[in-house]
């Protein structure tokens, strides 16, 4: 966020986590973020709730994004209705 951003101007993305595999179903799946925050944001916050170090994350059930991607950019380019979706794994699912 640069200095001239407000937090109240800051748009958040509504991130829906769906579990794949043999992954754990978390109690609150949907979220919002702030789209100025990082992709890696959201592997932390996995990686705390399923106390797992190893996991693997896919927008749209498709591709890994790069940890430092922008969640605003994500959302831009692959949300639908309204959110981005994002799938976690325990093990490999896709790629």
């Known amino acids: 966020m640069t200095s001239t951003e407000s937090p109240s101007s800051v748009r958040k ?3 829906h986590l769906r579990a794949t595999g043999d ?3 978390l109690k609150q799946a949907k ?3 702030p ?3 990082k992709f890696a944001k959201v592997i932390d916050f996995l990686r705390r709730q399923l106390h797992r170090e190893t ?9 890994s994004p790069n940890p ?10 692959f949300g639908y209705d309204g959110k981005l979706v994002v799938n976690y794994a325990c093990s490999m699912a896709w790629g």
Not at 55 to 63: E, H, M, R, T
């Open 23 to 25: 992954a754990p179903i």
């Open 55 to 63: 996991l693997f994350v896919y927008v749209n059930s498709a591709f």
């Open 35 to 37: 789209g100025t925050d």
């Open 31 to 33: 979220f919002k973020i």
């Open 13 to 15: 993305v509504v991130v």
């Open 68 to 77: 430092d991607e922008s969640v605003i950019d994500l959302y831009n380019n």
